[in-house]
């Protein structure tokens, strides 16, 4: 009998240690869903508080117009992240934009989330722009008419605005015809003129001399402190003594690299002579491209180019865009607001390589057409003695008719502003 109850008690042993892991197993699991439960608990508590609410329920936003993201959430609980840092103005019509809410739990090992729409509107209310048009245009008898020669039209958002034309002219007959020009954009808003086209058998002769201005007359007349003087240049100038320039008093010289036409790049053949021999005379130097590009595509393209034909080599100013071909600006199928986002497109691909980016244009032309002039740097082109553009600008090229020892013939001269 001894023997077999000493053979049982290992036994008893056993069956006692399987109800102790069998308890702290099930303790487990209660602690276990314990603590689930309060984390569900709190995680939807947390998603539930998660709330955005925006300054109006659907906004009307104008094309073109800027409109930070953030800008439109009066109130809101928790982190709060936009798709986009702003809403998307560069096209008309119904558009929306998901705003995330979200929080952080257990030092961010849990993040409910919550999304919300901002619905909203873009309409387009701004007419077509008439960039030029004759009053009175005179044409010869027998020739051919067409009225994009007289007229130069492009609207914000539309690319292709429609024209329509009142009145006939009739080119075998002389005589004086009244046309009225109507330009509709896509939301139907409009732009509308007279002009009167006269037929007549001879075209009289133009014959006009501009005034010729001295370099050194003309550092004369702008001296002041914070000011240099230089000129632009390009194979319109033919050869050019940079040393004879410079002892003119030219501190520096903006050259054209080349140009655009028909989507091709050009060099300018005499950039690679001129950019040597300012250098060598120790000019200060920039270039500029004359460009007719109207894709983003084709932009940038370009400023690669620009890069690649620099070889690395250093300048003083920015590279100039320079878009200023609006005689038939309807012919390029853009808008103007795309017009501007070419010189966005150019300045982002060069500033990838360590280069600036300035805009040149004329007064009117950085007055109605150019956008954000305000922080964009202008090279301002307004051929006047005092110029009454109100924008910043960091260079003015005052005059097309400058004559400096050194190149024969007119040159345009500029004035460098250390500050504006």
């Known amino acids: 009998m001894r023997?077999?109850?000493?053979?049982?008690?290992?036994?008893?042993?056993?069956?006692?240690?399987?109800?102790?892991?069998?308890?702290?197993?099930?303790?487990?699991?209660?602690?276990?869903?314990?603590?689930?439960?309060?984390?569900?608990?709190?995680?939807?508590?947390?998603?539930?508080?998660?709330?955005?609410?925006?300054?109006?329920?659907?906004?009307?936003?104008?094309?073109?117009?800027?409109?930070?993201?953030?800008?439109?959430?009066?109130?809101?609980?928790?982190?709060?992240?936009?798709?986009?840092?702003?809403?998307?103005?560069?096209?008309?019509?119904?558009?929306?934009?998901?705003?995330?809410?979200?929080?952080?739990?257990?030092?961010?090992?849990?993040?409910?989330?919550?999304?919300?729409?901002?619905?909203?509107?873009?309409?387009?209310?701004?007419?077509?722009?008439?960039?030029?048009?004759?009053?009175?245009?005179?044409?010869?008898?027998?020739?051919?008419?067409?009225?994009?020669?007289?007229?130069?039209?492009?609207?914000?958002?539309?690319?292709?605005?429609?024209?329509?034309?009142?009145?006939?002219?009739?080119?075998?007959?002389?005589?004086?015809?009244?046309?009225?020009?109507?330009?509709?954009?896509?939301?139907?808003?409009?732009?509308?003129?007279?002009?009167?086209?006269?037929?007549?058998?001879?075209?009289?002769?133009?014959?006009?001399t501009a005034d010729k201005t001295n370099f050194a007359d003309f550092i004369s007349a702008n001296k002041g402190e914070g000011k240099s003087f230089g000129i632009d240049v390009s194979a319109w100038q033919d050869d050019i003594d940079f040393k004879a320039v410079k002892k003119a008093g030219c501190e520096f010289v903006i050259i054209r690299i080349g140009y655009t036409s028909d989507g091709e790049i050009k060099i300018d053949k005499t950039f690679t002579r001129n950019l040597q021999g300012a250098k060598a005379a120790g000019l200060k130097t920039g270039v500029y491209l004359y460009c007719t590009d109207n894709t983003e595509e084709q932009v940038r393209k370009s400023a690669d180019w620009i890069i690649d034909t620099l070889d690395g080599g250093n300048l003083d100013f920015p590279v100039a865009f320079d878009w200023e071909d609006f005689d038939n600006f309807q012919d390029y199928g853009m808008s103007l607001h795309q017009l501007n986002k070419l010189y966005d497109a150019f300045a982002d691909e060069l500033s990838q390589a360590g280069y600036g980016c300035m805009l040149y244009g004329s007064k009117n032309y950085l007055e109605k057409i150019w956008e954000n002039t305000d922080i964009r740097p202008v090279w301002l082109a307004h051929y006047t003695e005092k110029t009454d553009y109100k924008g910043p600008y960091i260079l003015w090229q005052a005059s097309c008719t400058g004559k400096i020892s050194g190149i024969n013939g007119d040159v345009d001269m500029d004035i460098l502003y250390k500050k504006n």
């Open 3 to 208: 023997s077999d109850r000493y053979k049982e008690e290992p036994v008893v042993k056993k069956k006692k240690k399987h109800g102790l892991l069998k308890a702290m197993l099930i303790l487990i699991l209660i602690l276990a869903a314990a603590i689930a439960g309060s984390v569900a608990y709190f995680y939807k508590t947390a998603y539930d508080s998660l709330s955005v609410t925006f300054t109006e329920d659907s906004p009307a936003l104008e094309f073109g117009e800027s409109a930070p993201s953030m800008s439109y959430v009066k109130e809101s609980a928790g982190d709060i992240y936009p798709e986009y840092d702003s809403l998307d103005t560069e096209s008309v019509g119904n558009k929306g934009m998901v705003y995330t809410a979200s929080k952080s739990l257990f030092g961010g090992l849990l993040n409910p989330t919550k999304e919300f729409k901002l619905s909203y509107t873009v309409t387009d209310s701004t007419p077509p722009l008439k960039i030029w048009s004759w009053d009175n245009a005179l044409l010869e008898r027998g020739t051919e008419f067409d009225i994009n020669d007289l007229i130069a039209y492009g609207d914000n958002a539309d690319p292709t605005p429609l024209l329509s034309v009142d009145g006939d002219v009739n080119m075998e007959k002389n005589g004086e015809y009244p046309l009225h020009v109507k330009v509709t954009d896509s939301s139907g808003n409009t732009t509308e003129w007279d002009l009167k086209v006269e037929v007549t058998d001879e075209l009289p002769s133009a014959d006009y």
